[in-house]
Nanobody, 124 residues
Framework: VQLQASGGGLVQAGGSLRLSCATS????????VAWFRQAPGKEREFVAA????????WYTDSVKGRFTVSTDNAKNTVYLQMNSLKPEDTAIYYC??????????????????WGQGTLVTVSS
């Protein structure tokens, strides 16, 4: 499985960005595709996830109502629409894939495959 994240950039607070995670097409069935982020000096943290076969989604509390994860199965791509961005959303965003179970959705260790990361910078 190969993943390629894109769509990062510089945006003012309150603005929007859409990140894309293109998969190799072998992400199927019960796989979960997740977005994590890592700010300078901080640990990588869970942001959102989507289960490929039924589009069930999960979000960390700090992004609920602002971020939306979705999929275009025909394009084998998962998106993270980020609205009302805040300076604290500044980080490198990574997409990841794995056969995570519900209780481990938010763990870095649950994902075997990672994209290269895309930088999101939100200015105040």
């Amino acid at each position: 499985v190969q993943l390629q994240a894109s769509g990062g950039g510089l945006v003012q607070a309150g603005g929007s960005l859409r990140l894309s995670c293109a998969t190799s097409g072998r992400v199927v069935g019960n796989y979960v595709v997740a977005w994590f982020r890592q700010a300078p000096g901080k640990e990588r943290e869970f942001v959102a996830a989507l289960r490929w076969n039924n589009a069930t989604t999960w979000y960390t509390d700090s992004v609920k109502g602002r971020f939306t994860v979705s999929t275009d199965n025909a394009k084998n791509t998962v998106y993270l629409q980020m609205n009302s961005l805040k300076p604290e959303d500044t980080a490198i965003y990574y997409c990841a894939a794995g056969q995570a179970i519900l209780s481990t959705i938010r763990r870095v260790s649950s994902y075997n495959y990672w994209g290269q990361g895309t930088l999101v910078t939100v200015s105040s």
